[in-house]
């Protein structure tokens, strides 16, 4: 086989999946029409199915290409990376798994509405839940445009248009469709595709040193160029007091902002019982550690099998690392063995891709539809919408923000999209996790608490990255040329958390109305007994 012909096998897996996922999109789409089913797949699933799931629509294409590309290229600072986004769910497991599933039904705003006036809550966490999701489903579509055109041996302008298109055209597809239930079975498929890949791939990286991690990462130092300093901490973000700054930054909104990203909390409300919802965590931690340990070696690997300088050039991200490593295991580029696991490698990755955004344009849709269009935005004594009206508002929904970030992504195919997954955790960290955590925790808190809290943590948020290094100031900003920065940090979760937090409290305790005890006592024991809970 030719040193091209891993492209063309690529693209026929790549068909494979498209057409699997349509399938699975189909059948599940004949399952059920109700709300519940189009929402919650009907809450039919079972803990270590969506185990899976939750893992699926966390190990993103950034996780399974970005966090093990950092590995190899910085070593010891990309490891400290990927811990962050593994701690974050001892946080969801703590604090939030059961209660959610007890207290809310679709939606985040589900729960702040238990105890306070629905009409403002549900306007700011309906807000706060679109521009989290439309952040994040940016950032995932532009590196799919990226992504593609580099497994396809191509960098040109409209293969990424194309491939911008066609994810977007399919996640529309798949959410207006099949909803929840579709949603849920191929982020499944997708996560067994990804676990089973990573795992082949760790095999035949230990196997080619014979299982001795001690001469792997012997030989990972000598090819990344920089020696026994690729093993040690302050590669990446040692080098001044503002870089470990900006690394505490991002780790703290990766650790907290998990537990505030909309579809991750929408997956609780797939399972029937609180217990479920707990177990389902659990299992997602053990197969997202599982990936994590996996992503460790394969960084390591990428470095010690084809050497940094290579794994740069191809990509100065390290984007590309796996998908080379792939290759070089399979037996090289001119090699059937190289072609066959490079073409797995990548539709795996696509498929990472597809899984994704299909789970963010449900959740954004969701909050549109259920929080904005249907309560929020609504008239008073005006009458209340059916559950069929409400499905084909969250389905139109869907079409235009998948639209909407078809064009948006378009627009950003030049810029760097790695902020926007940051800015998109710490959004989530900022604006949804203390309102949550107020919510369920605090009696006094108050419906000016809740909208303080939103709009102070996500305002603050955006406007930071505004005026970070990331948009100018810097060689590598979104505008080098120009210079109008004065926040020091990349990551705006070091001031927006606290401001989020700082934010509910000033509103609660300067609010003219006092907080209902008795319906913070009826969330208490719904969310802690689950009585009550749909």
Not at 367 to 382: E, K, T, V
């Amino acid at each position: 086989m030719t040193t091209g012909a891993h492209h063309e096998l690529a693209i026929v897996l790549f068909a494979v999946i498209v057409l699997i996922t349509l399938g699975i999109t189909l059948w599940a789409g004949r399952r059920g029409q109700a709300a519940e089913d189009f929402y919650t797949g009907g809450r039919g699933f079972t803990s270590l199915q969506n185990g899976f799931a939750l893992s699926g629509d966390y190990l993103s294409a950034a996780s399974f290409l970005g966090v093990t590309g950092l590995i190899a290229l910085y070593g010891y600072d990309g490891v400290l990376y990927s811990i962050g986004f593994l701690v974050a769910w001892l946080v969801v497991l703590m604090l939030v798994a059961e209660l959610v599933r007890n207290a809310g039904r679709y939606t985040l705003a589900d729960v702040l509405a238990l105890r306070m006036r629905q009409r403002p809550v549900r306007a700011a966490a309906g807000t706060a839940g679109v521009v989290v999701t439309l952040l994040y489903l940016i950032a995932q579509m532009v590196g799919a445009g990226s992504l593609v055109a580099l497994l396809l041996g191509t960098n040109s302008g409209l293969a990424k248009t194309l491939t911008i298109v066609a994810v977007g055209a399919l996640m529309i597809i798949y959410v207006t469709v099949g909803g929840m239930r579709a949603t849920t079975w191929i982020q499944i498929v997708k996560a067994g595709l990804l676990l089973v890949g990573a795992a082949l791939l760790t095999v035949l990286v230990l196997a080619r040193f014979h299982g001795d991690l001690f001469a792997l990462m012997r030989a990972a130092a000598r090819g990344s160029g920089v020696g026994q300093a690729y093993l040690e901490p302050g590669l990446k973000y040692g080098a001044s007091a503002t870089s470990r700054l900006d690394f505490f930054s991002l780790g703290l909104a990766l650790v907290l902002g998990t537990a505030g990203l909309p579809h991750i909390l929408s997956r609780f409300y797939t399972v029937p019982t609180a217990r479920a919802a707990r177990r389902s965590t659990m299992w997602a931690i053990g197969l997202i550690g599982g990936f994590y340990l996996m992503a460790i070696v394969l960084g390591l690997g990428a470095t010690a099998v084809i050497g940094a300088k290579t794994v740069r050039a191809a990509n100065p991200a390290g984007n590309t690392a796996v998908p080379l490593l792939a290759l070089d295991l399979g037996g090289g580029s001119g090699s059937t063995g190289g072609v066959v696991l490079f073409a797995l490698i990548s539709a795996v990755a696509f498929a990472t891709i597809l899984a994704v955004v299909a789970g963010l344009t449900l959740a954004s849709s969701a909050a549109f539809a259920h929080d904005l269009y249907a309560r929020a935005w609504r008239r008073p004594g005006s009458r209340e919408m059916t559950d069929r009206q409400e499905v084909v508002a969250a389905r139109v929904a869907a079409v235009v923000i998948g639209a909407a970030a078809i064009v948006l992504s378009l627009f950003a195919q030049q810029l760097n999209v790695a902020f926007l997954v940051g800015l998109a955790f710490a959004a989530a960290a900022s604006a949804n996790l203390p309102t949550l955590l107020f919510t369920l925790f605090w009696s006094r808190f108050t419906t000016r608490g809740v909208v303080w809290s939103v709009y102070g943590g996500l305002v603050p948020a955006v406007l930071l990255v505004v005026f970070s290094p990331v948009v100018s100031g810097a060689p590598s900003a979104l505008f080098p040329g120009v210079d109008f920065h004065w926040f020091p940090l990349e990551n705006p979760g070091l001031v927006s958390i606290p401001m989020g937090f700082l934010a509910g409290w000033a509103g609660t305790v300067t609010s003219p109305e006092a907080a209902d005890a008795d319906r913070y006592a009826e969330l208490e024991v719904r969310s802690l007994t689950g009585a009550g809970a749909a």
